[in-house]
């Protein structure tokens, strides 16, 4: 079975230092961590070059995860509100400190009646200050008993903005359900969207 693997010559010097792109890009998601026994996950660019991992020391500890870039520089760090049931906010980092108010809020519906996917709605605030809104549907995938694909939709306008979904390769082998391609559309924040399925993963307890 094909396999991720990391390898030192191709990490990149500055991983995370560009968050966005005139052009769709590929991840590629690997439900790993760098760290023996820890949990998390490691993220690669299409060139096989590491851009973000998360290294969860406490595979018990949800409620406070941390979005690093490949030298361990916090890029956002997710917080579980305590006292809301299903909700979670990020918070951006710049160098040492970290933002005081939150980048974005996720609250995750509390009951679903029907067995169609559910969405979990998401506010945040872009660079010009202005108040946003996308969703993360579910694709059943949770219900399936299977590692969850998920699709994050701009609220305003329908359209998709990144997307979830197994990796495959181009001979056409999926690999095993570890393995996750994110595709994350034209000017669209990269470290938002990682953030988001972060979080889309702490809800369905798959990172």
Known sequence: MARVHSSPSL?????????RSEKRKVFTLWLKSLVLNGRGCTVYDSDGLIVYRVDNYDSRCRDNICLMDLRGNIVVNILKKKLAFGKWEGYKWSGRKQDQRAW???????FQRSRRPSSSPCEFESDAGRAMRYRIDDDGGCRAGKRACCRIVDAGTGLVVAEVKRKVTAGGVTLGEDVLALVVEPDVDHSLIMGLVLVYGLMNHTM
Do not use: I, L, N
Request: proline fraction near 12%; charge should be positive.
């Open 11 to 19: 990490c990149s010097s500055s991983p995370a230092a560009v968050c």
């Open 104 to 110: 974005f809020k996720v609250a995750r519906p509390c």
